[in-house]
């Protein structure tokens, strides 16, 4: 299956996009060769290699954030590493990119083909991995991706989010069982930047792949964003690129954790911004500068995340701490929340017969409660808490 696959061919590039390409091929080795390491990390008895840019004269005792940027389908870490050009920004900005390297050059997205690995699980012990290295600021770890990575990336935010403050995904998407399954357990920053024209990730969405609009109502839904996003022009600054940008953002959004689109009128299966042209690629931002500008609003939390319920097949609650309102995730075709006092009082009730319940909790004083959901798929509970 050829599905997400990189590949730098002439066909697909001008002959000015060819010498471009080299120059800067040849440019990027002679700055970032010495400054980017390679590093392998053992995961279920399997040897993995990463490719870590660290900016100049890093000092562990000093915590700077770290960005995963994960490659597409049939890529490796080394082209992710020069097609992004995420270098650049963060040694301006002064933030570590770790560039893993799939089994398989895939990552595992629940797709019947391509990888089977514990990714997520690798993801999580590289995590530690590098933070005891290099000091990195364990609430400030965010995770990006191309295509493939961007799938990934979106699978970190439904079950790493205790660890990933945020997420963004470049011609990626969820797969449509993946958005079924997904509990994410709280509000997680989400960016999305996709092209209408994309023809291996289909905007309108495949038997692989959900569409982009659908993908963007799942996690408006799930952090708690006003229905209507906020849309601006995004500056047409290279009018001979044959796109335009329309930026969306959900914005009312539980902790602020905001959903962002950027839809490429016309833009390919591309990442904007990068000096290497496979297809109709934007010009007018940088995706690169783009996510990072997303990520840097954000912080991992206290909030409840993923390990909020002891059994999640029964449903999902979400702000927590909460305030005037709570929104429950609910998998079953019916279910019911308990909400007790500490004093072991039931002080609140509701049936919950849709995919997202939100109730009303205005008339509860601050405090702690304990939730208690159960539905025909199972039984929940957690510790809650009213600002």
Same mark, same amino acid.
């Given at each position: 299956?050829?599905?997400?696959?990189l590949?730098?061919?002439?066909? !697909?590039i001008?002959?000015k +996009?060819?010498?471009?390409?080299?120059?800067? @091929?040849? /440019? %990027?080795?002679?700055?970032? $060769?010495?400054?980017t390491?390679?590093?392998t990390?053992?995961?279920d008895?399997?040897?993995?290699?990463?490719?870590?840019?660290?900016p100049?004269?890093?000092?562990?005792?000093?915590p700077?954030?770290?960005v995963? !940027?994960f490659?597409?389908? +049939?890529?490796?870490?080394?082209?992710?590493? @020069?097609? /992004? %050009?995420m270098?650049?920004? $963060?040694d301006?900005?002064?933030?570590?990119?770790?560039?893993?390297?799939?089994?398989?050059?895939?990552?595992?997205?629940g797709w019947?083909?391509?990888?089977?690995?514990?990714?997520?699980?690798f993801t999580?012990?590289?995590?530690d991995?590098?933070?005891?290295?290099y000091g990195?600021?364990?609430?400030?770890?965010?995770?990006?991706?191309?295509s493939?990575?961007?799938f990934?990336?979106?699978?970190?935010?439904?079950?790493?989010?205790?660890?990933?403050?945020?997420?963004?995904?470049v011609?990626?998407?969820?797969?449509?069982?993946?958005?079924?399954?997904c509990?994410?357990?709280?509000?997680?920053?989400?960016?999305?930047?996709?092209?209408t024209?994309?023809?291996?990730?289909?905007?309108n969405?495949?038997?692989i792949?959900?569409s982009?609009?659908?993908v963007?109502a799942?996690?408006?839904?799930?952090n708690?964003?006003?229905d209507?996003?906020v849309?601006?022009?995004?500056?047409?600054?290279?009018?001979?690129?044959?796109?335009?940008?329309?930026?969306?953002?959900?914005?009312?959004?539980?902790?602020?954790?905001?959903?962002?689109?950027?839809?490429?009128?016309?833009?390919?299966?591309?990442?904007?911004?990068?000096?290497?042209?496979?297809?109709?690629?934007?010009?007018?931002?940088?995706a690169?500068g783009?996510?990072?500008?997303?990520?840097?609003?954000?912080?991992?939390?206290?909030?409840?995340?993923?390990?909020a319920?002891?059994?999640d097949?029964?449903?999902s609650i979400?702000?927590?701490p909460?305030?005037e309102?709570?929104?429950i995730?609910?998998p079953?075709?019916?279910?019911?929340?308990?909400?007790?006092?500490t004093q072991?009082?039931?002080v609140?009730?509701?049936?919950?017969?849709?995919?997202?319940?939100?109730v009303?909790?205005?008339?509860?004083?601050?405090?702690l409660?304990?939730?208690?959901?159960?539905?025909?798929?199972?039984?929940?509970?957690?510790?809650?808490s009213?600002?």
């Amino acid at each position: 299956m050829k599905y997400f696959l990189l590949k730098f061919t002439i066909k !697909n590039i001008s002959m000015k +996009g060819i010498i471009i390409s080299i120059l800067s @091929f040849i /440019s %990027f080795n002679m700055l970032y $060769a010495q400054a980017t390491s390679i590093g392998t990390l053992v995961h279920d008895g399997v040897t993995r290699e990463y490719r870590l840019r660290l900016p100049a004269n890093h000092n562990k005792n000093i915590p700077i954030p770290l960005v995963f !940027n994960f490659h597409g389908f +049939g890529s490796n870490a080394n082209q992710q590493e @020069f097609y /992004s %050009f995420m270098n650049s920004v $963060a040694d301006t900005a002064r933030f570590a990119v770790c560039y893993p390297e799939g089994i398989q050059n895939a990552w595992n997205v629940g797709w019947d083909f391509g990888s089977t690995a514990d990714d997520v699980g690798f993801t999580s012990k590289l995590i530690d991995e590098l933070i005891d290295k290099y000091g990195f600021d364990k609430n400030r770890v965010y995770a990006c991706g191309m295509s493939n990575g961007g799938f990934f990336s979106y699978q970190l935010a439904c079950k790493l989010n205790n660890r990933i403050a945020a997420v963004a995904s470049v011609t990626g998407s969820m797969v449509p069982a993946a958005i079924s399954d997904c509990k994410p357990g709280k509000p997680v920053p989400v960016l999305e930047i996709h092209g209408t024209a994309d023809a291996t990730v289909d905007y309108n969405g495949s038997a692989i792949a959900a569409s982009i609009p659908s993908v963007m109502a799942f996690w408006q839904k799930n952090n708690g964003c006003d229905d209507t996003p906020v849309k601006v022009l995004v500056p047409n600054s290279v009018t001979t690129d044959n796109t335009t940008t329309e930026k969306y953002t959900y914005v009312n959004c539980n902790q602020q954790k905001e959903v962002i689109h950027y839809k490429v009128l016309g833009g390919g299966h591309t990442w904007p911004g990068s000096i290497i042209e496979i297809g109709t690629t934007s010009k007018d931002f940088s995706a690169s500068g783009v996510i990072w500008d997303f990520f840097k609003k954000y912080k991992l939390d206290t909030t409840t995340g993923i390990n909020a319920l002891n059994d999640d097949t029964a449903g999902s609650i979400f702000p927590n701490p909460f305030d005037e309102q709570i929104v429950i995730r609910n998998p079953g075709d019916e279910a019911r929340l308990v909400i007790y006092n500490t004093q072991g009082k039931i002080v609140l009730s509701q049936t919950l017969d849709a995919a997202y319940n939100e109730v009303n909790a205005v008339m509860l004083p601050p405090g702690l409660y304990l939730g208690f959901i159960e539905s025909a798929t199972g039984k929940s509970f957690i510790k809650l808490s009213k600002l």
